[in-house]
Nanobody, 126 residues
Framework: QLQLVETGGDSVQSGGSLRLSCALS?????????LGWFRQAPGKEREGVAS???????RYADSVKDRFTISRDNAKNTLYLQMNSLKFEDTAIYYC???????????????????WGQGTQVTVSS
């Protein structure tokens, strides 16, 4: 059974950095056309943060562009999210997600993803 396990969430001060990891088990990263990171803050809807397709093409939400970097290590079967210059408003539970569907690009819509991790908490203090 496919499992996505996120790690790396923590409490940091504003301006700090964190790297989230999402390890996939029982299935190769190659089998997924789209991989993404999403987040959900209390009282808010889940939103797409970053995505990467099987060709390595990335997409970012405007709110994180130039601060966050998504990457994939196929050899380690792991997806990453490097987060720099963190802000208070980045506080949320972060989820990784995977999809085998091919849309020509990796979407930032949560509805497009079938497989999800359990989430990891990121808290940024101002």
């Amino acid at each position: 059974q496919l499992q996505l396990v996120e790690t790396g969430g923590d409490s940091v001060q504003s301006g700090g950095s964190l790297r989230l990891s999402c390890a996939l088990s029982s299935r190769s990263l190659y089998s997924f056309r789209s991989l993404g990171w999403f987040r959900q803050a209390p009282g808010k809807e889940r939103e797409g943060v970053a995505s990467i397709d099987s060709n390595g093409v990335t997409r970012y939400a405007d709110s994180v562009k130039d601060r966050f970097t998504i990457s994939r290590d196929n050899a380690k079967n792991t997806l990453y999210l490097q987060m720099n210059s963190l802000k208070f408003e980045d506080t949320a539970i972060y989820y990784c997600a995977a999809s085998t569907a091919y849309l020509g690009y990796a979407p930032l819509s949560s509805a497009s993803y079938r497989y999800w991790g359990q989430g990891t908490q990121v808290t940024v203090s101002s």
